[in-house]
């Protein structure tokens, strides 16, 4: 079991609420110990800012009710539970499935969920509209998943000839099915509905309309005599204000796209040297960085494509995409980070900041620029965590191609993240595998392209 501690919470006095709607006058606790898993839709860190669709939620929750909020991290769903029935922790703020089973042992509350599985196939005019028209069709699968065993009973339903195909692979995720079949290598695939609308998130031209399940209902839960905290959650739940957070929350989350808004497939062209509008700002603040001005214009490119109103999902602002909590460690407001130049400014010492942590670890320069481009993209914690993982597994923790991204890569996978090396939980590296790669190959075209207009 992990433990992270986070005072959540901006006052400075915890007052003592009563549950209104509870029978009684229980007080609420001055901290809540809130129990998660590490995963993409409940909790997560990404650049340093702790994130996740249920912690947000829950924050939400507790900032309501005046009080802090202590987190403590369980290795998986069945540790979560006992974690409850124990005492250990208040209540479990990731969706819990309310089977017979969960139902015996917590009380489950707050707004429930509701999925199905789904089929992930390429959206075109061919879909797969209905499942009797899988039959003749191979369908791919993690073997010994959940989804191996609807596929085999989907397939008993329609009266055979489904070809099911389950790979035997203990690194392999059924995420990383839905990217293949985005990349065209796969088929079809089968996964749970909001795993499926967080990964078009990632991948926009898949199509996961079709059902292939009955709806299975989860929600956060509480232990069996904390039927006074389940109804102060109910009630905070059912309000109109909070349920228009949620709402917002959840299209974050599940509605909006994860790429990146800079052109990461075709390179800008330069025309007499000059890259972009902001090169005046990026040759001013390369020293403060450590680098070429042709690798903050690198970065920007991907990052924004040099758009001064670029916002990501996760609240980066500007042409470097900088987090607002990046911004305040350096003394400059969110509302300020619309300015180009405090957001270049911002953006440079926070890469010479990461460059400074890095130095002892990289003593390579080249190898080094990798790992902060890395840091920059995901947050130092993770590629600390992709380093410790490399050096267990046989791979060089200093050298980025092919060993320390090879070992972020497995940072999606529960069995690697919840290693005793890793700190920063989960971490979909992806495209921060693929953000390096994008980054150093602009500022090589950039830095070409400037050095031939120059001469």
């Known amino acids: 079991m992990k433990w992270w501690l986070a005072p959540l919470c901006a006052a400075w006095f915890f007052a003592l609420l009563a549950c209104a709607a509870c029978s009684g006058s229980h007080p609420l606790p001055r901290t809540l110990r809130v129990g998660t898993i590490y995963s993409p839709t409940s909790f997560f860190?990404?650049?340093?800012?702790?994130?996740?669709?249920?912690?947000?939620?829950?924050?939400?929750?507790?900032?309501?009710?005046?009080?802090?909020?202590?987190v403590v991290v369980a290795g998986n769903m069945r540790e979560l539970v006992d974690m409850l029935q124990r005492g250990e922790i208040d209540v479990a703020a990731v969706e819990i499935p309310q089977t017979a089973e969960y139902k015996a042992q917590v009380l489950g509350c707050g707004a429930t969920n509701e999925t199905t599985q789904v089929l992930v196939q390429p959206a075109g005019d061919s879909l797969v509209t209905d499942v009797t028209q899988l039959v003749g069709r191979e369908v791919t699968v993690v073997k010994g998943s959940r989804y191996e065993a609807r596929l085999r009973n989907l397939d008993n339903e329609v009266g055979g000839g489904i070809t099911i195909r389950a790979l035997e692979n203990d690194t392999l995720l059924s995420e990383d099915l839905v990217d293949m079949v985005a990349a065209?290598?796969?088929?079809?695939?089968?996964?749970?509905?909001?795993?499926?609308?967080?990964?078009?998130?990632y991948n926009p031209h898949i199509d996961i309309s079709l059902q292939v399940s009955f709806p299975q209902r989860s929600s956060w839960a509480v232990a069996?005599?904390?039927?006074?905290l389940a109804d102060s959650i109910d009630t905070w739940a059912a309000s109109p204000e909070v349920e228009?957070?949620?709402?917002?929350v959840k299209r974050r989350y599940f509605e909006l796209s994860k790429l990146p808004e800079g052109d990461t497939l075709t390179y800008r062209p330069v025309e007499d040297g000059?890259?972009?509008?902001?090169?005046?700002?990026?040759?001013?603040?390369?020293?403060?960085?450590?680098?070429?001005w042709q690798m903050l214009a690198a970065i920007c490119s991907v990052e924004s494509g040099f758009k001064t109103d670029a916002r990501s999902w996760a609240g980066a602002r500007g042409i470097m995409q900088v987090m607002p909590s990046t911004g305040r460690a350096f003394g400059v407001?969110?509302?300020e980070l619309n300015d180009p130049d405090k957001n270049v400014e911002v953006a440079a010492k926070s890469l010479a900041r990461?460059?400074?942590f890095m130095r002892p670890h990289v003593p390579d320069s080249t190898e080094r620029v990798r790992f902060v481009l890395a840091s920059y993209n995901a947050g130092i914690g993770h590629i600390f965590d992709a380093m410790a993982l490399a050096e267990k597994h046989g791979h060089n923790p200093h050298v980025w191609y092919d060993h320390v991204e090879t070992a972020a890569l497995m940072k999606s996978n529960p069995q690697f993240y919840n290693d005793p090396v890793c700190r920063y939980g989960y971490f979909r590296a992806r495209e921060t595998v693929a953000y390096v790669k994008k980054v150093e190959n602009a500022y090589h075209h950039f830095r070409r392209a400037t050095r031939r207009a120059a001469q």
């Open 45 to 70: 860190i990404l650049r340093g800012d702790t994130l996740g669709y249920d912690y947000e939620r829950i924050s939400d929750f507790a900032a309501d009710k005046g009080i802090a909020l202590e």
């Open 184 to 201: 065209g290598t796969l088929s079809l695939t089968i996964i749970d509905s909001d795993l499926a609308q967080l990964s078009k998130t």
């Open 224 to 228: 069996l005599d904390n039927q006074w």
């Open 244 to 248: 228009r957070f949620s709402k917002a």
């Open 274 to 292: 000059v890259i972009s509008p902001f090169d005046d700002l990026f040759r001013k603040y390369a020293p403060v960085a450590g680098v070429d």
């Open 333 to 335: 407001g969110e509302a």
């Open 354 to 356: 990461i460059d400074e």
